[in-house]
């Protein structure tokens, strides 16, 4: 496995990633038919967008011994109001197809993802994971991630869910 900065070429790679790992881990929290309605070619051209941006987010892939990407990560400046985006970078998202479930994939690229935010000058992180998402939060939790009280609802897929802010100190 290898993790380097993604390409716009890899936008096919990163939405499949994105799609099959929805389904995967949101199927007991969203909805079957808007899961099996996610669509790889409208998220690559979301991605491809993303990746060739003036002002786009840092995405990494993990890449298997092909050269395939299992997983991928995206930071950036903290978005919302209530942090200093100064010192505070938000993981944005990170998935891994469900094959690479349990490989360690993810493990190194939060780790990759985070040194990038320290080595940015970011002190702190932030991420958002859905309360439901016990899998996502016992991984975050794993790594030393911690919820901070903060809660947001927001619909998808037809289905309000709470969503739990988790922050991690990039000093310690």
């Given at each position: 496995?290898?993790?380097?900065?993604?390409?716009?070429?890899?936008?096919?790679?990163?939405?499949?990633?994105h799609?099959?790992?929805?389904?995967?881990?949101?199927?007991?929290?969203?909805?079957?038919?808007?899961?099996?309605?996610?669509?790889?070619?409208?998220?690559?051209?979301?991605?491809?967008?993303?990746?060739t941006?003036?002002?786009?987010?840092?995405?990494?892939v993990?890449?298997?011994?092909?050269?395939?990407?299992?997983?991928?990560?995206c930071?950036?400046?903290?978005?919302?109001?209530?942090?200093?985006?100064?010192?505070?970078?938000?993981?944005?998202?990170?998935?891994?197809?469900?094959?690479?479930?349990?490989?360690?994939v993810?493990?190194?690229?939060?780790?990759?993802?985070?040194e990038?935010?320290?080595?940015?000058?970011?002190?702190?992180?932030?991420?958002?994971?859905?309360?439901?998402?016990?899998?996502?939060?016992?991984?975050?939790?794993?790594a030393?991630?911690?919820?901070?009280?903060?809660v947001?609802?927001?619909?998808?897929?037809?289905?309000?869910l709470?969503?739990?802010?988790?922050?991690?100190?990039?000093?310690?």
């Amino acid at each position: 496995m290898s993790i380097r900065e993604a390409l716009p070429e890899d936008a096919a790679a990163v939405a499949a990633v994105h799609v099959l790992s929805w389904r995967a881990a949101y199927r007991d929290l969203l909805p079957a038919r808007y899961l099996a309605a996610l669509d790889v070619a409208e998220r690559t051209a979301v991605w491809r967008a993303r990746l060739t941006a003036p002002d786009r987010p840092t995405v990494l892939v993990a890449t298997g011994s092909g050269g395939e990407v299992r997983a991928f990560s995206c930071f950036r400046a903290w978005q919302g109001e209530d942090l200093d985006p100064r010192t505070t970078g938000e993981l944005a998202a990170l998935y891994a197809l469900p094959e690479a479930w349990g490989t360690g994939v993810g493990r190194a690229l939060l780790s990759a993802s985070t040194e990038r935010l320290a080595a940015a000058g970011f002190r702190m992180a932030a991420l958002w994971v859905l309360a439901g998402n016990a899998r996502g939060r016992r991984f975050y939790e794993a790594a030393g991630w911690r919820p901070d009280g903060e809660v947001v609802r927001e619909e998808t897929g037809g289905r309000v869910l709470d969503e739990l802010r988790y922050r991690r100190d990039l000093l310690a």
